[in-house]
């Protein structure tokens, strides 16, 4: 069983900055895969980027590359998504999921937390 809190999101200016994190507890993430996606009103959830726990192997959407950076913390099982010179069209609601590498769902996801860029 895995859980997961975000927090971090909140209200910035476009070329702002922002430090989203993602807290996991479970008995243990050998194997997972953490990922961070985003929902804005109206449109489908997206993929932002994905870390595999174990190996450190990074992956990002298009839209983010460049900008955005997944890092995770091993002692403490928290998964980070900073995200640098922000734009309105990153305002959403980022979630965290996790789901093992052999699996084809994710196991869990957070409750979400929303980032707003103003113009």
């Known amino acids: 069983q895995v859980q997961l809190v975000e927090s971090g999101g909140g209200l910035v200016q476009a070329g702002g900055s922002l430090r989203l994190s993602c807290a996991a507890s479970?008995?243990?993430?050998?194997?997972?895969?953490m990922t961070w996606f985003r929902q804005a009103p109206g449109k489908e959830r997206a993929f932002v980027a994905g870390?595999?726990?174990?190996?450190?192997?990074?992956n990002y959407a298009d839209s983010v590359k460049g900008r955005f950076t997944i890092s995770k913390d091993n002692a403490k099982t928290v998964v980070f998504l900073q995200m640098n010179n922000l734009k309105p069209e990153d305002t959403a609601v980022y979630y965290c999921?996790?789901?093992?590498?052999?699996?084809?769902?994710?196991?869990?996801w957070g409750q979400g937390t929303q980032v707003t860029v103003s113009s």
């Open positions: 870390i595999n726990w174990g190996s450190g192997t990074t």
């Open positions: 999921a996790a789901r093992r590498l052999l699996g084809a769902q994710y196991d869990a």
């Open positions: 479970g008995p243990t993430f050998t194997g997972y895969r």
